[in-house]
């Protein structure tokens, strides 16, 4: 018991940390939108994620749950059953989606459509169809209908059950199936700022928990007072069903909520502006080192801007400026600020910046921008979108000639000591299990494109060793995990050689030799299509991998295989990308992932992954296949000065050998995206900043 609040504090401390939320509706013991046990129509605000803890006498429940677009909510969700089992299991794990259907207006209510636990054992199994209406600025109404568990059944027959022993598959035939209930109830904004209270009529009977004993349900009523604390932090009391006590917490943030006002970041340079009869003589072009000059000044006034030169090439009338950004997560503003400094730094002739990021020493692609686009927009009302519709975003290639490189760029070594912190989230062991300790990483830079990186860690302390291999009935190349934690305290994390290279201009290309990851050691090979100005591409990556002893060193066991997909990159929109791979994965099972993440301007990424392969769902255990959240945050989000640094959380029900992909640093498309035409747009409001 003690283990599971422990745990539990772990969950909200880290989900209250940065608590941003924006005025957000009431969140129910589901830690969805709703009053107390029912669900309501609201949705949260765009982009909220909120963190709940919820407790009574016949279960505890942990929920992360995403207003993944303005309409569409998902939730996940760890519950410990008290004194009552499903599918033989104390503890359960569960999805919920939510549509609304109608938003509100000042006539009629808001009205969505609902899943509650639909593809796991049927723990809270129910599918509802709710309206709200906002009947005084104090006063809600909501009223809806439901069905399984919201069914008003005191029948375990009418109750929904897994589609298979192993739960995770949708339980579509059961759903809106069998007896209708009706449920409803009020939210009252009391005087007193920031309490609430809440009635409802519950059609949830708890046929389980009173069939098992674990609650006695007198009453269909719960009342409820919840306070509310700048519209991130909420508490939560209850009376229900005439006969125990609930509590709930939740905290929230919102990625387009940054806890800090503004930024710290060092101001840009002006714009240069020429003067309106200045001089288009390109005599200079013929000075002996005049690209020399021009280099050492860039370097020199980029440096105050956070980025590093790579190489200069200069014309009369052109000139490419290939750069390195260590600094900024906003792939546009370090092309904006690069497009100042040469606004300052050439002679007024030049009318075409082009602008070429390099990444791990190749080019991603370059940036063509007119200066006198610069000059006119850079005080425009929407200058920001007239710039974009402006610049000319192709791939890049060869330096033209006379470019010159940057002299003491390579080799290059470089280090970094660092705190770091592993999380499981809602595994069959636990709602949350953590390790954290040191990790020291190193990266020799010896020539563009081919490097040598590693890194060591020092787990400190931690309860990941603790967790216990789940069975599985195909070879073990996930479900050992614990067995790495235990024996690999002091690990070799990662050693790898990698060539980077680009065949062809809308091409690019990778191999890795060494340590790839931390159970796996082998080559890894990819090439990735993708042209500069087009908002798809494709990829393929083959891999020869040999499983790595358990203590991480030097050692590797058995298990050898050749693993590979087939992908492809989709950016729908500025703020929508999707994933699509196809091939064979770590177990030797054949099938597919699709992933789609929501992209944010300020660098915050949300998404969905599901992966379907050809093994047995009775071989790849509980679960059945392979699904799950994540989220990556951006370090400068929180701190509101720009770091490159990001914090990724997946939220994987099980940890199975089904579905496995090998985990390799400097994937391609995740390297170079940033700097084509979609992953600029993402970010280009941020370009004149």
């Known amino acids: 018991m003690a283990k599971y609040f422990v745990t539990a504090a772990l969950l909200a401390t880290t989900t209250a940390a940065f ?58 969700r760890y519950s410990d059953l008290k004194d009552w089992t499903i599918a033989g299991d104390d503890n359960d794990r569960s999805f919920d989606v939510q549509f609304q259907l109608f938003e509100e207006t000042d006539t009629l209510p808001g009205v969505a459509i609902g899943l509650r636990d639909f593809m796991g054992q049927g723990a809270y199994g129910a599918e509802y169809l709710v309206a709200t209406k906002t009947v005084h600025p104090k006063l809600k ?19 929904r059950v897994g ?87 939740s905290a ?31 005599d200079w072009a013929n000075q002996p080192n005049f690209t020399t000059t021009a280099r050492e000044k860039f370097a020199a006034v980029l440096k105050e801007q956070g980025l590093a030169v790579e190489a200069l090439a200069v014309n009369g009338r052109s000139a490419e400026l290939r750069i390195r ?14 497009a100042r400094a040469m606004s300052f730094v050439l002679p007024h002739s030049v009318e075409e910046f082009v602008i070429t990021p390099v990444v791990d020493g190749i080019p991603a692609s370059s940036v063509v921008i007119r200066r006198s686009d610069l000059e006119r927009l850079e005080n425009d009302p929407m200058g920001t979108e007239k710039m974009l519709a402006a610049a000319n975003i192709r791939s890049a290639f060869a330096l033209p000639e006379g470019g010159e490189y940057q002299p003491g760029l390579y080799p290059n070594f470089s280090w970094t000591i660092a705190p770091y912190v592993s999380i499981s989230l809602f595994d069959g062991s636990g709602p ?13 830079a010896i020539a563009p494109g081919f490097s040598l990186s590693g890194a060591v860690t ?58 790839l990851e931390s159970m796996f050691g082998g080559v890894s090979t990819e090439l990735l299509w993708q042209p500069a100005n087009q908002r798809w591409g494709l990829g393929v990556d083959l891999n020869y991998v040999k499983q790595r002893d358990f203590d991480q060193l ?20 500025r703020g929508l990308t999707a994933q699509l791979d196809v091939g064979r994965y770590l177990a030797g099972d054949w099938g597919a992932t699709l992933s789609v993440d929501r992209v944010f301007a300020n660098g915050w990424r949300m998404g969905a992954y599901a992966t379907v392969t050809d093994a047995d769902p009775s071989a790849f255990g509980d679960g059945s296949f392979t699904k799950g959240l994540r989220l990556s945050v951006p370090l400068s989000w929180g701190i509101g000065t720009p770091t490159r640094k990001t914090y990724a959380i997946d939220m994987n029900t099980e940890a199975r050998d089904g579905g496995a992909r090998l985990n390799v640093e400097k994937r391609l498309y995740g390297l170079v995206s940033e700097y084509q035409r979609p992953g600029l747009e993402a970010n280009w409001a941020r370009f004149w900043r």
């Open 163 to 249: 589609a298979n022993a192993q739960g995770g598959v949708p339980t579509v035939k059961q759903w809106f199936d069998g007896p209708v209930g009706f449920f409803g109830g009020a939210e009252w904004q009391t005087p007193v700022k920031g309490l609430t209270f809440k009635a409802e009529y519950s059609s949830d009977k708890y046929a389980r928990e009173v069939a098992a004993g674990a609650i006695e349900r007198k009453s269909p009523f719960n009342f409820g007072l919840e306070y509310k604390r700048r519209d991130a932090i909420s508490f939560g009391l209850y009376y229900l069903h005439g006969s125990e006590v609930g509590l709930r917490f």
């Open 432 to 444: 949350v299990r953590a390790s954290a300790g040191l990790r020291a990483s190193a990266d020799y």
């Open 252 to 282: 929230a943030i919102n990625p387009k909520r940054p806890p800090t006002a503004g930024s710290l970041e060092r101001a840009p340079l002006p714009v240069i502006a020429r003067p309106v009869n200045y001089s288009t003589n390109t």
């Open 554 to 573: 030097l050692g590797f066991q058995d298990y050898d295989t050749v693993t590979g997909h087939v992908s492809a990159y989709w950016a729908v929109n």
């Open 19 to 76: 608590s941003t939320g924006a005025s957000a509706q009431s969140l129910n013991l589901y830690g969805n939108s709703g009053l107390i046990d029912m669900p309501s129509a609201d949705p949260q605000p765009d982009a909220q994620i909120s963190g709940t803890i919820a407790g009574s006498a016949s279960d505890r429940k942990i929920t992360l749950s995403f207003q993944l677009t303005k309409r569409l909510s998902a939730s996940f």
């Open 141 to 159: 109404l909501t009223g809806g209908f439901g069905w399984g568990r919201l069914g008003n059944s005191s029948n375990i027959a009418d109750l």
């Open 325 to 338: 950004n260590d600094k900024f997560n906003a792939s546009s503003q370090a092309i904006g600020r690069a």
């Open 458 to 515: 020092q787990r400190v302390f931690g309860n990941q060793v603790d967790e216990t291999p789940p069975p599985s009935g195909l070879p073990r190349v996930r479900t050992d995990r614990a067995l790495y934690k235990r024996e690999g305290k002091t690990a070799l994390e990662r050693l790898t050689a990698d060539y980077l290279f680009k065949p062809a201009p809308d091409f690019y290309g990778r191999v890795s030799v060494g340590y």
